[in-house]
């Protein structure tokens, strides 16, 4: 009997090991299958990046030539020749007056409201609670 239960036992051993191994067998075909993916989508990146930013050449159409990028007077002119002097031109300080009357107008359009005051006499004037003067 002590044999019948160390066979059970050694067939559920066995039973777990083999479940564990198939898997480990899934996992490692999933891994493959993640890290080619993961690997195409970063070329696809790297292309379409490539694509986006990268140099490109510029190409001309027969007979055309790129214009100079300098000013033609640039180039003639003496390096060494003095500069002349220039007058100074301050801003003037004018301001601009400010609108009378216009916040008014803004807040025209609103209804007024009307304040009423009422004054309490004898025990009104008392708090029922605490007794406080109001």
Request: hydrophobic share 25%.
């Amino acid at each position: 009997s002590l044999v019948k239960i160390m066979q059970g036992h050694y067939q559920k051993q066995k039973e777990a090991l083999e479940k564990q191994e198939t898997r480990i067998q899934l996992l490692e075909e999933k891994t493959k299958e993640l890290e080619f993916l993961n690997a195409m989508l970063s070329d696809r990146l790297t292309l379409a990046q490539r694509k986006r930013f990268g140099a490109s050449s510029e190409k001309y159409a027969d007979g055309y030539t790129q214009l100079d990028l300098f000013n033609e007077a640039e180039q003639e002119a003496d390096p060494n020749a003095p500069e002349p002097d220039l007058e100074e031109v301050h801003p003037s300080s004018y301001k601009r007056k400010k609108r009378s009357g216009k916040k008014e107008e803004d807040l025209s359009s609103f209804e007024t409201t009307e304040v009423i005051e009422y004054k309490l006499t004898g025990a009104d004037r008392y708090c029922p609670d605490c007794n406080t003067k109001y």
